[in-house]
């Protein structure tokens, strides 16, 4: 069974959610990605879902594309991302890793190669942002070949016979943006999420996790009540950004990270 | 083997229904976008259909835009280059002074059909936000036009010239401050005002449809120039040359030839300081393959897949990326694509502004810099016909500062 499978049934028994934070690797600097993972897994953290640094990332909003940008300063990539979850891995063997990012760099490594390799390191599922199921022809097999789960996006204005097909290929879990726009935004009405979520749920069994627009720990409550997942990026990588430039910065940064998650943790499990 | 009933596949028979020209083009694009991408399509299919719909279109591209464009024969630089005879195909007479108005005023009338209120645009030497925010005024719709903080500084002039037509003029200060730049926060816009917002592409890129829907609103270039051509010479022409930065003065000229192999087409790309020295933008000549900005093209990209800086003295032609059906037609060897350099464009540029008294914008100035070299390797009956895309005012500051003289 996949990492992610068995998570989301250890907290389905214990009528847990999972919590999710996205941060961007390297960011602000290579050296605090792998420590920054097993923080964030010890503050509570179910899955950890890890961006992958690109030059042009549109799906992205602006605090997203600066992680990008002050990783790509050091030229974090792929390579370099599967890594630092192969040395992750080295002391945690159970939480799921999964990563989130845009085609092109796994394009140019050629999808066979990348798959191979991110199964090597111990990853376990792909959310690529820019490649919806009809581009995905040869991407899936892949994947499915390698064992990593394959994530999906649905969003606002997916329609409910586009759900059913973008499952077929999903596995895992299912990714709902909830809001019309890019990571960051901050307007979230958590009864129209509700409202698609019930029908994600009549289209899927799989779990779904519910991102963009996910601020603090109320909006981490509000959203669990709902879906069996939250994912925070913008509000973590903001905290990331708050102190890219400090001496002390990557310490910083990790116990601001973990104050912000125990708090979710904490509100989650109420 | 061969009969009459036999239906072979056409070159211009692409894409097929999912936006591919063979392995290029498609919709890479975030889940949000391809709902409003799906509805585009559908409307696309159905107005260019519409016999109401293309009575409108060609009305105001004759009595808005000025179409026909002229062909004219460049008789003192045909005889100067000593070999072919040089048509130029006169886009930079069209209103706002470049091909950029065919499509800008094509994608308006959809936008209007499918009841958008709002437009957005991205644009790299100001000529296609200036023909978004034109068409805008027109009709009194909000316009918001993205420009890269870089090219907002290269091209003062056009940004004026938006903000005059009551356009919103969005600098956009994120990466190499350029065009490509531009696309994502235009794309990051559409996707958080997906409701009424309409999103003018400019260029024959970006995801399916537009690849398609740009061209076929391009192609009037290309169609006017069959007909021009017979009249003056009573057949086509040998060759065909055309700048590519995204490609859409390109395709809009070679598409309605592409399925007449005896006419040789040349798109040439900007080789900057030098395809040599790396610093150009010339994916065709020197990138490869990869998916940016919604489709598979060829792209300038390092060994890790990230976009890189391009160069080129001509802010249009300024783009990592390129048009996917030109991809395509590079690997299936129907059109060549060749690269000059800044130095070589400004030469033509100003060759062009003595000899035939047309001054050409620096992207233009490209592809008459390759004709330079094209007309005399062939024989005085043969024909070119070079699409001049637009005019050079907007460069003469450019030009001035290269050439050391202040204002």
Redesign the interface.
């Known amino acids: 069974m996949s990492r992610i499978k068995s998570c989301f049934e250890q907290l389905k028994k214990q009528n847990k959610k999972a919590l999710i934070p996205y941060v961007a690797a390297g960011d602000p600097n290579p050296d605090i990605t792998v420590d920054l993972m097993h923080a964030m897994v010890h503050s509570g953290a179910d899955i950890i879902e890890l961006g992958v640094p690109?030059?042009?990332?549109?799906?992205?909003?602006?605090v997203i594309?600066k992680a990008s940008?002050r990783a790509?300063v050091y030229?974090t990539?792929?390579?370099d991302v599967l890594a630092m979850i192969k040395t992750f891995r080295e002391k945690n063997n159970t939480t799921p890793v999964v990563l989130m990012g845009?085609?092109?760099?796994?394009?140019?490594?050629g999808y066979e190669r990348f798959a191979k390799a991110a199964q090597d390191a111990g990853v376990d599922g792909v959310l690529t942002?820019?490649?919806?199921p009809?581009?995905a022809e040869d991407y899936v097999p892949a994947l499915k070949t390698h064992d990593l789960d394959p994530i999906?996006?649905?969003?606002?204005?997916?329609?409910r016979e586009?759900m059913q097909h973008?499952c077929q290929y999903a596995s895992g879990f299912i990714y709902y943006?909830s809001v019309?726009?890019?990571t960051g935004?901050s307007a979230l009405d958590t009864d129209e999420v509700a409202a698609r979520l019930k029908i994600i749920n009549e289209v899927t069994d799989l779990p779904v996790g519910v991102g963009f627009g996910i601020k603090n720990a109320e909006t981490a409550a509000a959203i669990g009540r709902v879906s069996e997942a939250v994912v925070v990026g913008s509000a973590l990588v903001n905290l990331v950004e708050q102190n890219a430039h400090n001496a002390d910065g990557n310490e910083k940064i990790i116990k601001d990270i973990s104050q912000v998650l125990s708090s979710m943790r904490t509100a989650l499990d109420a | 083997m061969t009969s009459d009933t036999q239906t072979e596949t056409r070159l211009s028979d692409m894409p097929d229904k999912k936006g591919h020209f063979g392995q290029y083009g498609g919709m890479f694009v975030p889940e949000t976008l391809m709902e409003p991408l799906e509805e585009l399509k559908q409307a696309y299919i159905k107005y260019m259909q519409d016999p109401e719909f293309l009575e409108e279109l060609d009305n105001d591209l004759k009595n808005y835009v000025g179409r026909p464009s002229p062909l004219y024969f460049a008789e003192r630089m045909s005889r100067e280059l000593g070999g072919a005879k040089i048509y130029l195909k006169r886009e930079d007479l069209n209103h706002t002074g470049a091909h950029k108005v065919n499509n800008t005023v094509g994608q308006m009338l959809l936008a209007r059909r499918m009841g958008k209120t709002r437009i957005i645009a991205e644009t790299g030497a100001g000529q296609h936000g200036v023909a978004t925010a034109t068409v805008a005024a027109r009709l009194g719709l909000e316009c918001v036009v993205y420009m890269g903080a870089e090219d907002i500084q290269r091209q003062a002039l056009n940004v004026y010239r938006m903000k005059l037509l009551g356009a919103r003029v969005v600098s956009v200060e994120s990466g190499s401050r350029t065009l490509k730049d531009a696309l994502n926060e235009a794309m990051r816009d559409w996707v958080t005002n997906i409701d009424k917002t309409f999103y003018i592409i400019g260029t024959a890129a970006g995801p399916h449809p537009y690849p398609a829907l740009v061209r076929d609103f391009q192609a009037i270039i290309g169609r006017e120039t069959r007909q021009q051509i017979m009249e003056h010479e009573g057949r086509f022409p040998d060759a065909l040359v055309a700048c590519i930065g995204g490609g859409s003065n390109a395709i809009g000229l070679f598409y309605p030839f592409v399925d007449d192999q005896e006419v040789s087409m040349y798109g040439v790309e900007a080789a900057g300081h030098g395809l040599e020295t790396g610093e150009h933008a010339a994916p065709l000549c020197a990138g490869k393959p990869g998916v940016l900005h919604g489709n598979r093209t060829y792209l300038m990209e390092d060994k890790h897949g990230q976009i890189i800086p391009t160069h080129s003295v001509s802010a249009g032609l300024d783009y990592p990326g390129v048009g996917p059906e030109h991809s395509w037609l590079k690997d299936i060897g129907r059109a060549n694509y060749v690269a000059v350099t800044d130095e070589e464009a400004l030469d033509a540029f100003h060759e062009l502004t003595k000899v035939e008294g047309i001054m050409p914008a620096l992207e233009s100035s490209h592809a008459i810099a390759y004709v330079k070299k094209l007309a005399p390797t062939m024989d005085k009956d043969q024909i070119i016909v070079v699409n001049l895309s637009g005019r050079g005012d907007k460069d003469i500051h450019t030009v001035a500062t290269i050439d050391g003289i202040e204002f």
């Open positions: 690109f030059s042009d990332p549109m799906a992205d909003g602006p594309q940008e790509l030229g990539s792929l390579t845009y085609l092109n760099p796994v394009e140019i490594m942002v820019d490649i919806p009809e581009e999906f996006l649905l969003s606002p204005t997916t329609t586009r973008i943006v019309k726009g890019v935004t």
